[in-house]
C-alpha cells in the first residue's frame, strides 16, 4: 500500500492539513478503492458523532429557516444520472458511480471564503462548490512543488494548475520581515523575477500568486524594501524551480 | 433521530414504514427547494449537528454557529447527497463536522497570533467520548465498539475527531513516531467500522 491510501482514516474524520487533503482529494479522483474505503470510515466516524446531542434553540431554527429562505439549493451534479444508467449492465457499477459522485461530493464540504460555483473540465460530476485557491489545489492537473525555506525554519511550496493559469502560496513557519522590510513573491519567466505579490505579516499563509503562474519556470520569495522592489534582492528567503515532477 | 414528527402536510407523499423519518427523502423534497421538508429535517437532525458542534467546537455560541453553516451548506447541497455511498445522516454529520473542524483550526491560528494559544490549548481533549454519550442504543453500541480498540487506537480517532487535532498534531501529542497516527487513526476506524457492521 503506498504512503497516500494510508491517509483515508485521517481524510475520513478531517484530520489532514490542507495539502494534504487536496493531494489525497486528487488521489481519491483515481482510486476507487479509497473512496470505496472512504465512504465506510466517514460512516463510521459520524456514528461516534451521533452519539453527541444537543437540544438546539429555538433561535437556531429560525435563523436557518430564514437563511434558507434565501437561496435555493444546488442542481445535482449532471453526469451522475446518465453514468448510472449506461452502466447499469456493468458489474460494480452502482460503486463506480458512487466513487464519481464520492470525487465530487468530497470536495463539497470546502467552505469558507469567496464561494463560486465551478465547471471543472467537461466532466458535469465535478461542477462543486470551491473557492479560488481550492480550485488551484483540486484542478486535475495540479503540480505541486515545495522546499524548505533557506534558514531551514519554514517551508514553502506552490501548486500550479497551467491549465487555471494560477497558482498557489502555500507557507508554514516563515520568519517575518525585518521592520521596514517586506516579503515579496516572484515568478520566473525567461529567467526574468516578475512581482506575483506580497505576503502580509504572519508565518502560515495561503493565497494566489499574481502574475501567470501557468508560464512560469520557477518561483521566488525575496525580502525587499517595504514599498516593494520590481527586481529581486539577493536577500532570497525560498526559490522553487517548476520542473515537471 | 426518532423525533416523533411526523412528515406531515400537504408536501407529504406517503407515511413511512417504522414512523421514522425518511431522512433520505427530506433530503430530496429539500433539493428540490422544499423549505417545509427542510423545515422537517431540520428538526429531525438540530439535536445532533448541534450535539456535535458543541463537541468539537466547544463554545456554545460558536457551536451555533457552526450548526447554521452546516445547515445552510446541507441546504444547498441536498441534491447531491448519495445514498449509495451511506446514510443521510451521515453525510449530514460529515458536513457538520467539516464546518467544526474548520472553525476550530482558523479560531486556533488567531489565537496563536494573539500569543495566547497555549493557554487555551492546555485542557486537551482527552475527555472521553463515554463522557458526551447518551443512554441511546446507539451510543451504547459505540461504546462498547471503542473498548475494542488500542488505546493508541483510540485516543487518535478521539483526538482527530473531536479534537479536531490534524494527525501530525495527534502523533506529537501521544508522542508516536511520525506518520503513525494516521495509521492508528485508520486501524481505530476499520476496527469500529466492523465492530459496527458498517456497510461500505
Known amino acids: 500500500m503506498s504512503d497516500i ?16 487533503r487536496a493531494s489525497f482529494e486528487r488521489h481519491l479522483a483515481g482510486c476507487a478503492t479509497c473512496r470505496s474505503e472512504v465512504d465506510g470510515l466517514r460512516e463510521t466516524s459520524s456514528l461516534l458523532g451521533g452519539a453527541c446531542s444537543t437540544t438546539a434553540p429555538d433561535g437556531l431554527r429560525e435563523r436557518v429557516l430564514a437563511e434558507i429562505a434565501l437561496s435555493r439549493p444546488l442542481p445535482p451534479p449532471g453526469g451522475v444520472t446518465t453514468l448510472q444508467r449506461r452502466d447499469r449492465h456493468r458489474r460494480g457499477p452502482r460503486r463506480a458511480v458512487a466513487a464519481l459522485a464520492a470525487a465530487a461530493a468530497a470536495v463539497i464540504a470546502i467552505g469558507g471564503g469567496t464561494v463560486l460555483v465551478t465547471q471543472l473540465g467537461d466532466d458535469p460530476v465535478r461542477t462543486v462548490q470551491l473557492s479560488a485557491t481550492d480550485r488551484v489545489l483540486q484542478a486535475p492537473d495540479a503540480e505541486e512543488f515545495t522546499t524548505p525555506t533557506r534558514d531551514g525554519l519554514g517551508t514553502v511550496t506552490v501548486v500550479r494548475s497551467s491549465s487555471l ?3 498557489v502560496l502555500i507557507t508554514k513557519g516563515l520568519a517575518e520581515a525585518p521592520a521596514g522590510k517586506t ?4 515568478l520566473k519567466h525567461d529567467n526574468t523575477y516578475i512581482p506575483a505579490g506580497f505576503l502580509g505579516g504572519g508565518t502560515d499563509h495561503t493565497m494566489l500568486l499574481d502574475g501567470d503562474p501557468g508560464s512560469a519556470q520557477g518561483f521566488g520569495l525575496t525580502i525587499e524594501p517595504a514599498s516593494g522592489s520590481t527586481q529581486p534582492s539577493d536577500q532570497l528567503v525560498a526559490l522553487l524551480n517548476f520542473t515537471s515532477a | 433521530m426518532n423525533d416523533p414528527h411526523p412528515v406531515a402536510g400537504a408536501s407529504s407523499r406517503r407515511g413511512e414504514a417504522s414512523g421514522a423519518l425518511d431522512l433520505a427523502e427530506l433530503l430530496r423534497r429539500s433539493g428540490r427547494g422544499d ?3 427542510f423545515a422537517v429535517l431540520y428538526d429531525a437532525v438540530s439535536a445532533r449537528v448541534l450535539g456535535l458542534a458543541v463537541r468539537v467546537v466547544r463554545d456554545p455560541a460558536q457551536a451555533e454557529e457552526v450548526a447554521q453553516e452546516a445547515f445552510m451548506e446541507i441546504w444547498k447541497t441536498s441534491a447531491r447527497f448519495d445514498a449509495d455511498r451511506g446514510s443521510p445522516l451521515g453525510w449530514m454529520l460529515t458536513i457538520a463536522h467539516r464546518k467544526s473542524v474548520d472553525r476550530v483550526r482558523s479560531a486556533e491560528a488567531s489565537t496563536r497570533r494573539d500569543g495566547s494559544y497555549h493557554q487555551q490549548n492546555q485542557p486537551v481533549a482527552h475527555d472521553s467520548t463515554a463522557e458526551a454519550a447518551h443512554a441511546s442504543l446507539e451510543a451504547h453500541r459505540v461504546r462498547t465498539a471503542l473498548k475494542s480498540l488500542t488505546s493508541i487506537q483510540r485516543e487518535a480517532l478521539e483526538l482527530a475527531y473531536f479534537g479536531g487535532y490534524t494527525h501530525t498534531e495527534v502523533a506529537s ?13 485508520r486501524d481505530g476506524l476499520i476496527r469500529l467500522r466492523d465492530m459496527m457492521g458498517v456497510g461500505s
Not at chain 1, 482514516?9 to 495539502?19: R, S, T
Not at chain 2, 501529542?173 to 506518520?179: A, C, F, K, S
Open chain 1, 183 to 186: 516579503r515579496e513573491l516572484w
Open chain 1, 5 to 20: 491510501h494510508a491517509l483515508s482514516g485521517a481524510y475520513a474524520v478531517d484530520a489532514l492539513d490542507d495539502l494534504e
Open chain 2, 35 to 37: 423549505r417545509e421538508a
Open chain 2, 173 to 185: 501529542m501521544l508522542d508516536l513516531p511520525v506518520g503513525t497516527a494516521k495509521t492508528r487513526i
Open chain 1, 165 to 167: 493559469n494560477q497558482a
